[in-house]
């Protein structure tokens, strides 16, 4: 059987706005970036399930038993605010779980986590991810910024490996490319920082109760994660050993 993924985020509306002299019309486009990272996965012999930002507002679920049918929740792009504020509590006013919390109670219950860093994660853009505000905090191998996170390098930065050797990165090649952003963060005590970029946290990982949780602190898709990352040949190396050494598979 193979293990089951439950991957939520990577996806984004844009409304845009075109000016043409006298006259203005409107458009507007729905994307996902999870393409890349899905196909990975599942060539890893991973069971995908993929929840889109709009979607896990709804569905994500709102109980350890219902995370436990996974054996990883991995959070890419998605903030903080679309897991805690389902619309029965945004627009009606009614009590639910706090699915943060939940997906902390998870880990520790056993589950493997792993968040994927861009510009809603950890802070994210003007601190609004704020999952350092969040009981999810307490099973992150990276302590989150009380600011906005996001450092830019357009010039590019390639990651260095502090455990070359460790299980997580078997057969992943040595020579990285590079990334154009990430998120800072800072590195928790008796966390397991395997990779750095920029000397902040790039790869980390910390076993919380019976479970265990990691951080990649850039991005699985653009703009972070240029055509040289994404076309890699280490790119379902890397995801797969992840997820292996976070499910102890």
């Not at 709804?58 to 897991?83: H, K, M, Q, W």
Request: hydrophobic share 40%.
């Amino acid at each position: 059987m193979p293990k089951k993924i439950l991957l939520a985020g990577e996806s984004w509306h844009s409304y845009t706005v075109h000016v043409k002299g006298f006259d203005a019309f409107y458009t507007s486009v729905y994307e996902e970036g999870a393409d890349r990272l899905i196909r990975a996965l599942e060539d890893s012999g991973y069971e995908v399930t993929y929840m889109p930002n709009h979607v896990a507002a709804l569905r994500f679920p709102f109980s350890v038993e219902e995370l436990a049918r996974y054996e990883a929740v991995i959070l890419s792009d998605i903030g903080s605010n679309t897991l805690l504020l389902h619309p029965d509590t945004f627009a009606k006013s009614q009590k639910t779980p706090n699915r943060c919390q939940v997906i902390r109670d998870y880990v520790f219950a056993g589950g493997a986590l792993l968040m994927v860093g861009g510009y809603m994660a950890f802070s994210g853009i003007d601190a609004k991810a704020k999952y350092g505000r969040t009981p999810l905090s307490e099973v992150l191998p990276v302590t989150c910024l009380e600011t906005d996170d996001l450092m830019e390098r357009p010039e590019g930065v390639t990651p260095q490996a502090l455990l070359p050797q460790h299980p997580a990165l078997n057969g992943v090649p040595a020579d990285w490319p590079h990334f154009l952003g990430y998120n800072r963060t800072l590195p928790k005590e008796g966390a397991q920082v395997v990779m750095t970029i920029a000397g902040d946290p790039f790869i980390a990982f910390g076993d919380y109760g019976k479970g265990r949780a990691g951080v990649f602190t850039s991005d699985c898709a653009p703009h972070w994660g240029p055509p040289e990352f994404v076309s890699w040949a280490g790119y379902t190396p890397l995801f797969s050993g992840i997820l292996r050494y976070l499910t102890r598979g």
